[in-house]
């Protein structure tokens, strides 16, 4: 993955050093996972938070193998 280095304002980035450290991230990934919402935000408009953050889990749970079928009898 390639990276690249960008000016943010400095009030993000401590309220990002916090929550990294509340969800066990770091200040970059933390700021990774806002941008990724964000953009899911702004692509489905429709959909609330909630969901979007639900479906994120749900990526990480299926990336983790930890899914199990549902029966819908």
Same mark, same amino acid.
């Given at each position: 993955?390639?990276?690249?280095?960008?000016?943010?304002?400095?009030?993000?980035?401590?309220?990002?050093?916090?929550?990294?450290?509340?969800? $066990?991230?770091?200040? !970059?990934?933390?700021?990774?996972?806002? %941008?990724? &919402?964000?953009?899911?935000?702004?692509? $489905?408009?429709?959909? !609330?938070?909630?969901?979007?953050?639900? %479906?994120? &889990?749900?990526?990480?749970?299926?990336?983790?193998?930890?899914?199990?079928?549902?029966?819908?009898?």
């Amino acid at each position: 993955m390639a990276t690249s280095s960008v000016r943010l304002d400095q009030d993000l980035v401590e309220k990002a050093t916090i929550m990294a450290k509340a969800f $066990n991230r770091t200040p !970059p990934k933390q700021i990774e996972h806002w %941008a990724k &919402i964000g953009e899911m935000m702004e692509d $489905n408009p429709e959909l !609330p938070y909630e969901f979007v953050k639900q %479906a994120i &889990i749900a990526k990480a749970e299926r990336e983790a193998g930890k899914l199990e079928a549902y029966d819908f009898d």
